[in-house]
C-alpha cells in the first residue's frame, strides 16, 4: 500500500509531499520544519482515533462547568438554606458526574437531572430577572445535552483541537497566515482525506474513508525521557482535570504519559 501525505503552509513548511511506506527518513537542518511532519500525521491519526473520547471530556467540561457557574450565580441572586446550597451545589455537580460516568440512558438522565433544578428554582424567592437568567441557563444546558450528534463535526472538532495544541495555535505557514494551508491524504492514489485552513481555522473537512493507521506515539526529542519525573509531576496537575480545553499540554505528551504509564506503571510511582 503506497500512503502519501501532502501539504502546503503548515508550520514551517511551504510545500511537502511523503510517502510514507515502510520507515521513512526526514533530514535536513535545525529548524527548517522536520518536526512539521511529525505534529501533522500525529494530530490527524490521534484525533480521527479519538474523537468521541474528546467529545465525552468535551460535553463533562462544558456539564460540570455550567453547574458550577449556575451555583455562584444563584448563590449572589439569594440567600440560599443549607439544604439548597447542597441541593444546588455539591448534589447537582455529584450527580451531573455519577451519570457521566453512567453507561444506560445517559442523555435522559442528565437531563432529569437538571428539570429537578429547573423545577425547584421556581419555589426559590428570586425576582423575575433573576429567575429568568438561572432558568435559561439550565434551559441551554438541556438544550446542548439534546442536540443530534454530528459525527463529521465532531471529528472536524477534533482535528482542529489537536492541531492548535501541537502547533500552539499557530498552524499556518509562519509570515503567511492569511494564505490557505491545504493538507491531503492518499492511499494507492486515492484521496481519503482533505482538510483546508484559514487564519489556522478548519474551513474544510473530507474524510472519504477511514485512516489505515489506528494509533500513533509522536516522540518530538529523546531527552524527554530524562526529565520523566518532571514530566510526571507537571502532568499530575493538569491531567486533574477531565480535558484538555485550553490546549497548554501538546496531544502528544499527554499521549506518551498514558502510554508510558499503563505499560510500566512502576515508572510513575
Known amino acids: 500500500m503506497m500512503v502519501k501525505l501532502a501539504f502546503t503552509n503548515i508550520g514551517m513548511v511551504e510545500k511537502a509531499e511523503i510517502e510514507l511506506n515502510g520507515l521513512v527518513c526526514i533530514a535536513g537542518e535545525n529548524d527548517t520544519g522536520k518536526s512539521t511532519v511529525g505534529k501533522l500525521l500525529f494530530s490527524i491519526v490521534y484525533a480521527l482515533n479519538h474523537f468521541e473520547e474528546m467529545f465525552e471530556q468535551d460535553r463533562t467540561h462544558y456539564l460540570l462547568n455550567q453547574a458550577e457557574l449556575f451555583y455562584f450565580r444563584l448563590r449572589r441572586l439569594i440567600r440560599l438554606s443549607d439544604e439548597d446550597r447542597l441541593f444546588f451545589g455539591v448534589e447537582f455537580q455529584h450527580e451531573l458526574s455519577h451519570w457521566l460516568n453512567s453507561e444506560e440512558n445517559v442523555t435522559e438522565k442528565l437531563t432529569a437531572t437538571i428539570e429537578k433544578r429547573l423545577l425547584k428554582l421556581e419555589h426559590l424567592h428570586l425576582d423575575e430577572e433573576g429567575k429568568n437568567l ?103 496537575r493538569r491531567l486533574m482535570q477531565r480535558t484538555n480545553r485550553d490546549q497548554s499540554i501538546p496531544y502528544h505528551l499527554k499521549d506518551l504519559f498514558e502510554k508510558l504509564k499503563s505499560k510500566n506503571p512502576q515508572m510513575f510511582s
Open 134 to 236: 438561572l432558568a435559561d441557563m439550565l434551559t441551554e444546558t438541556i438544550d446542548f445535552l439534546n442536540v443530534a450528534r454530528d459525527e463529521e463535526k465532531i471529528k472536524q472538532e477534533a482535528v482542529e483541537m489537536v492541531m492548535r495544541s501541537e502547533f500552539q495555535k499557530s498552524i499556518s505557514r509562519l509570515n503567511n497566515e492569511n494564505a490557505e494551508s491545504l493538507v491531503s491524504i492518499t492511499e494507492n492514489h486515492q484521496e481519503i482525506l482533505r482538510l483546508a485552513l484559514k487564519n489556522n481555522r478548519l474551513t474544510e473537512f473530507k474524510l472519504g474513508d477511514p485512516l489505515y493507521y489506528k494509533d500513533v506515539i509522536y516522540i518530538e526529542s529523546p531527552f524527554v525521557f530524562y526529565f520523566i519525573d518532571l514530566l510526571q509531576r507537571f502532568m499530575a
